[in-house]
């Protein structure tokens, strides 16, 4: 055995080493040296501290991203992925010239080629904070005949933080609040946004809070009659001759459930000691359930009375103003009470105005009288706004036959239809009466 490995030593040493070489060559060709190209690595600040603690903030001017070339065997090289690559620079060593060297972590079997850029560039700026008032914009409108109220955000101030030159450019603190299509309160949560005057987000500003939580209040409108109904009674001897309230219709504001029970406004108002016209300011809160008031505006209105003095009026009537109706054939008519006939009315000043003579058209009905002495009623026309104080007054008439060649003593059929009275054409609004 010992003669086996000690024969030829030379030769066996000089294979061995022979073969080395041959193996080395072939790793050589198989396993090449070669380069590869990183891009946009992220660089790594250390010691950010030394500058913020100082109050100062730190803008990037160049060197945020590294691209790097590494070199090695292919072997290596090939399994190595941006990921591994660590490139920092320490804020310790920051240069008079505000510049730091990026450094890439050694990799064993790896060389750094190139790295470009070689230094990062930064400048520092004054941090500066403040307080500032949230404001709110509407995204959407409520349903058709819903309104919104001034928005509850919580809070409603924020702190920022950031580079003077940043702030400056912050113009308002605003959040968004969604109440498209709503009925009801709107309670929801708004993203805070840093805006500039054209309206684009301010970005490197620390906010101490990113939301707000909200409530919008959802009020439905509602347009109703404002109605009028008195109460108590005007002094003897006086007549409510109109009343009316300014305005007419009013829009209301309140909850959905509140306002939808609501038809129309009915003010109560008192005639008691009223004797002239009076306009009476009355507040609608009297009669507005509690939620619901009137909408941009007071709650007050305005009711007016008008209020006349009661008087009376004496008409003389005539016999010849009395006017036949339906005079029987072959018959003539006397009137046998010839003394005037006196009628008192009691009303207002200007409906006793219109109340004349020809006005009340006085006439008889002689309808189905046969011949002789007949006792019949004097039918007069007036106004319903008017009262016929005295009783309705009795014609004592006689009826006789015709002789041959006879005229109808002292009236025919209307009669009394001779010229009319001017005034009686004026416009009346209450509805006459036929006695």
């Known amino acids: 055995m010992g003669n086996v490995f000690t ?14 070489f041959v193996w080395f060559a072939i790793i050589r060709v198989e396993d090449p040296y070669i380069t590869k190209d990183f891009k946009h690595i992220p660089v790594k600040v250390l010691n950010e501290e030394v500058i913020t603690s100082k109050n100062q903030y730190i803008n990037f001017i ?49 060389t750094v080629v190139k790295k470009s850029p070689n230094d ?19 995204e959407g409108n409520p349903k058709e005949s819903y ?46 946004r840093l805006l500039d005057k054209e309206g684009n987000e301010v970005s ?27 109460t108590g009674s005007l002094p003897s001897g006086y007549k409510l001759t109109g009343s009316e309230v300014i305005p007419k219709k009013v829009t209301l504001i309140g909850t959905e459930s509140a306002i ?3 038809s129309n406004l009915v003010l109560e108002v008192p005639l ?6 009076v306009d009476k300011e009355i507040s609608l809160a009297t009669v507005l359930p509690v939620g619901v008031s009137r909408y941009q505006n007071t709650n007050m209105v305005t009711v007016k009375l008008n209020v006349d003095k009661v008087q009376e009026k004496e008409v003389t009537i005539l016999t010849h103003d009395i006017s036949i109706e339906r005079l029987p054939e072959n018959l003539n008519i006397s009137i046998v009470n010839t003394e005037d006939i006196k009628v008192t009315f009691r009303g207002i000043l200007e409906d006793l105005s219109r109340i004349t003579v020809y006005s009340l058209n006085p006439t ?16 007069l026309t007036y106004p319903r706004s008017v009262e016929l104080v005295t009783e309705i007054p009795k014609v004592v008439i006689e009826l006789t036959k015709q002789d041959q060649g006879d005229v109808t003593e002292n009236i025919q059929d209307n009669a009394g239809d001779i010229g009319e009275d001017t005034e009686s054409n004026e416009p009346v609004d209450d509805t006459p009466v036929n006695n």
């Open 120 to 138: 990062m560039r930064i400048s520092r700026e004054n941090v500066k904070s403040e307080s500032r008032k949230i404001t709110y914009e509407f």
């Open 204 to 230: 490197d500003i620390d906010k101490s809070i990113e939301e707000v939580s909200y409530q919008v209040p959802i009020r439905k409108l509602k347009e109703v009659s404002v109605l009028v109904k008195t």
């Open 7 to 20: 024969r030829n030593v030379g030769w066996k040493i000089a294979s061995i080493v022979i073969a080395f």
């Open 364 to 379: 008889i009905n002689l309808n189905n009288l046969e011949e002789g002495r007949h006792e019949v009623t004097l039918n």
């Open 62 to 110: 160049e060197g945020q991203y590294v691209d790097v070339t590494l070199g090695g065997k292919r072997t290596i090289i090939e399994r190595f992925n941006k990921d591994d690559i660590i490139a920092t620079v320490d804020m310790q060593y920051l240069s008079f010239t505000d510049s730091l060297v990026i450094d890439i972590k050694p990799i064993e079997g790896i």
């Open 272 to 277: 008691n000691n009223v004797t002239s016209d």
């Open 260 to 262: 939808d029970k609501i």
């Open 147 to 192: 309104i919104h109220l001034d928005p509850i955000i919580t809070p409603n101030t924020v702190e920022i933080e950031g580079p003077e030159s940043k702030m400056a450019q912050v113009h308002e603190v605003r959040v968004t609040l969604g109440i498209d299509g709503a009925t009801n309160d709107v309670t929801s949560v708004g993203k805070i």
